[in-house]
């Protein structure tokens, strides 16, 4: 598959990939306020925050969470059996998924004086 793309701005800094990398590298040339175009052929984000760390990162606080619930009697409290709801628990992951979409979403980029 071919991408042709045709420029008709003129820029400082093309950015291939709207992973993590790319967005890092997107916030440093707005600090060196760069004319940027962001290329990014699926989803801003990139796997990190889409099937990765942000997804994980969720789910092991989760499990944390109940861990320190388990575990609160070493801190003097009263400790417990946390009930797990796991469409709860996924429904939490899905939305912290969202939030971190519309942070980094095509729109916010742009805002920031990138072309996307």
């Known amino acids: 598959m071919s991408i042709v793309i045709e420029a008709t701005q003129s820029y400082d800094l093309a950015i291939i990939g709207g992973?993590?990398?790319?967005?890092?590298?997107?916030?440093?040339?707005?600090?060196?306020?760069?004319r940027v175009a962001l290329v990014e052929n699926t989803r801003i984000g990139g796997d990190c925050a889409w099937t990765g760390c942000v997804l994980s990162k969720t789910l092991l606080k989760a499990a944390k969470v109940a861990h320190q619930m388990r575990t609160a009697r070493e801190y003097g409290l009263t400790a417990c059996e946390p009930e797990v709801?796991?469409?709860?628990?996924v429904s939490h992951v899905g939305k912290i998924v969202a939030e971190v979409a519309h942070e980094e979403s095509a729109e916010v980029e742009r805002s920031?004086?990138?072309?996307?």
Do not use: Y
Request: with cysteine.
């Open 112 to 116: 920031s004086g990138a072309d996307v």
């Open 19 to 34: 992973g993590s990398a790319g967005l890092t590298a997107l916030c440093f040339a707005a600090e060196l306020d760069v």
């Open 85 to 89: 709801d796991l469409r709860q628990v």
